[in-house]
């Protein structure tokens, strides 16, 4: 049924086009095979897609109730990385007890704009074998149905526990790590055998302290849209720990990433948001952009500034900004990116604050909504590499997860392939290796016809007009102010609307045990970049990293097998031997050397995992293909 579902989705999006080329006269298109040619493709993806369910889907328990489990799992969050897990988990005769803060599954997609899509290609993005995409790049709501089908075809539905933040978790009484028994809040599940953290990377909406920015005074239309104060909630539920931007966070994914939640169940709204006060950058100018140099066409919205007045009505020690007596406050409409679904953009001007995918992913989505003019403030340059599977997997198939000599190979190819028209946009001094590209095939072209201005610069303020920016060349860093005897030009651009999209909070851990986290091995230095180093029954899938990705059912099945093999479990000496090893191999990465990685890096250590110790030999089948211990065969 599925199958035929994105079928027909793929012939209806095809119809649809087909009449509108023939109502417009559209002959280049009406000519053009690529449609057809993409119908095809599309149709062949999803007899792919049937062939690897049939080799690797685990089949989903026939009852509600497990008569013999293994053990119990309990899980911290219902996003995309909890369902997951939890429908591994079961598949293999393991009973689950899922946590979520908020009222629903989805996590981070819940929370996104409607328009959002994945940044690589889905097949790469197959959070669990029993997935099926209708196309190659899914947008939002097809996702979230996918997340809630594979929820509901494993009977998680009743072993979810709605409205229940994890506050604590802790050993049972005669328990001690490695391999404890763990308590969940008061413990009225009982005792779990494992914990799997699926909290994420991105917790609440960053909002960056730029001077200028408007407080809430209780009327929500003058911030947002309108919206009402709503969840936090991203992959699953979560506080913040990380007061400002990291260097090279990204989302999926980069500078001032931010993950965009959709009306009504998403993140609170910026009037939400600033009410609590937003946070104050690090840098040495509030959080900034980067800036290509402005043109002639770019000037038609800016003029030419001075530095901001010094403020000294205002509180030396008052981190809220825009709070003097002369400051300027901005007078438009401000969004956080996830607030863009009802926003009325047609025909203004749109100021981007932040380059990461979701900034791409807003300035798309304006234009698409009928903005008129879009700026785009860059901070610094990313690699912006294409939404081509056969590109994105070469790109991933690096095995060392950090800058090598032919690295430059690449940079050259997407120089001259990817970015013609556009070469000053290619970051100066961050290779492609260094942090996690954003995957985008349309915002490159925007700039290239003029549709996006990119500024490259430091944000230093918002004006009662849009924004306060000091533009500056590429290979400049953020927060230089100039050479030495000149200054960076500082501008005004004005605008109708202020999109911030400058990230999430990365969420705390505090619930768990202070000591399963020693000093110089906690996130992201864990074993295999996921367990703690101190007890291999804490698993933090995709919670860990700053830039990369995980594989959610490899790492649920390295716990199943620890859980089943007792002769297989690694003592803390070792896990923290595997930590010290891999920061001797990439000492001197950007980042730290657990902080980015690639694909085939986390398959190495997923293959090695195995050779090292011979004892898991026999396990290899079922960590790395899921093949066994199948819940429908337990006598």
């Known amino acids: 049924m599925r199958a035929l579902a994105a079928a027909s989705a793929n012939l209806h999006d095809y119809k649809h086009d087909l009449v509108v080329a023939l109502k417009h006269l559209d002959v280049l ?56 897990s939890a429908a591994h988990a079961i598949a293999h005769n393991f009973d689950v007890v899922i946590y979520e803060e908020k009222q629903h599954v989805g996590g981070i997609w819940a929370n996104v704009n409607k328009t959002s899509g994945l940044q690589l290609n889905s097949l790469l993005y197959r959070f669990h074998p029993a997935v099926l995409w209708s196309r190659a790049f899914p947008f939002r709501d097809e996702i979230l149905s996918e997340i809630r089908r594979v ?93 400002e931007p990291d260097e090279d966070d990204s989302r999926d994914i980069d500078e001032y990433d931010d993950a965009p939640m959709s009306p009504g169940e998403g993140a609170p709204s910026y009037a939400a948001v600033a009410s609590e006060g937003p946070t104050r950058p690090s840098i040495p100018s509030p959080p900034a952009s980067h800036t290509s140099d402005v043109d002639s066409d770019t000037r038609s919205h800016v003029k030419e500034s001075h530095p901001p007045a010094n403020d000294d009505s205002r509180d030396p020690e008052d981190d809220t900004p825009g709070t003097g007596q002369d400051a300027e406050t901005f007078s438009g409409t401000m969004l956080h990116s996830s607030e863009l679904d009802d926003a009325d953009l047609v025909g203004k001007t749109v100021l981007v604050v932040g380059s ?77 290796y260094e942090s996690t590209p954003v995957v985008n095939d349309e915002f490159l072209a925007h700039v290239r016809s003029g549709r996006c201005k990119y500024i490259r610069g430091d944000t230093l303020r918002l004006t009662t007009r849009g924004v306060h920016v000091r533009v500056r060349p590429r290979g400049s860093k953020s927060g230089d102010e100039g050479p030495a005897g000149s200054q960076y030009p500082e501008e005004d651009f004005d605008g109708d609307v202020v999109v911030l999209a400058t990230g999430f909070h990365k969420p705390e851990i505090d619930f768990l045990p202070k000591d399963l986290f020693p000093e110089g091995y906690d996130r992201p230095n864990l074993y295999l970049q996921n367990f703690s180093v101190e ?52 000492r ?48």
């Open 151 to 243: 929820w509901k075809e494993y009977k998680l539905e009743p072993r979810t526990r709605f409205g229940t933040p994890v506050m604590s978790i802790r050993r049972a009484n005669d328990s001690k790590s490695p391999g404890a028994k763990w308590i969940v809040n008061d413990g009225e599940d009982g005792v779990f055998d494992a914990v799997i953290v699926t909290v994420g990377t991105c917790g609440k909406p960053m909002m960056v302290g730029f001077p200028g920015m408007p407080q809430s005074t209780g009327d929500s239309d003058n911030f947002g849209g309108g919206r009402s104060a709503v969840s936090n909630e991203t992959d699953e539920p979560r506080p913040h720990e990380q007061d």
């Open 535 to 586: 007890d291999w029954s804490v698993l933090m899938t995709n919670s860990a990293y700053q830039n990369a990705i995980g594989h959610i059912g490899i790492y649920t099945r390295i716990l199943l097998l620890l859980l089943l093999d007792p002769d297989a479990r690694p003592e803390p000496r070792d896990m923290r031997l595997w930590v010290d090893a891999e920061r001797f191999v990439k």
């Open 356 to 432: 990461g995918a979701s900034g791409v992913e807003a300035v798309e989505t304006a234009l698409q909504r009928g903005a008129g003019d879009v700026y785009i403030f860059a901070r610094d340059d990313k690699w912006i590499i294409p939404r081509n599977i056969v590109i994105d997997t070469s790109i991933s198939a690096q095995p060392f997860g950090q800058e090598m000599p032919l690295s430059i190979l690449w940079e050259k190819f997407l120089t001259y392939f990817q970015y013609r028209g556009v070469e000053d946009l290619v970051p100066a001094d961050k290779g492609i």
């Open 29 to 84: 298109y009406l000519i053009n095979p690529w449609p057809t040619l993409r119908l095809a493709l599309n149709l062949s993806y999803i007899l792919l897609q049937l062939c690897i369910i049939a080799l690797f889907k685990p089949s989903p328990p026939k009852g509600d109730k497990l008569e013999k489990p293994y053990g119990r799992i309990a899980i911290v969050g219902a996003g995309l990385t909890g369902v997951s």
């Open 588 to 635: 001197g990465a950007r980042g730290g050397a657990l902080g980015f990685f690639t694909y085939m890096e986390l398959v190495i250590w997923f293959i090695t995992f195995h050779l090292f110790r011979p004892d898991r030999l026999r396990w290899i089948f079922f960590t790395m293909q899921g093949w066994g211990k199948g819940v429908n065969r337990v006598k």
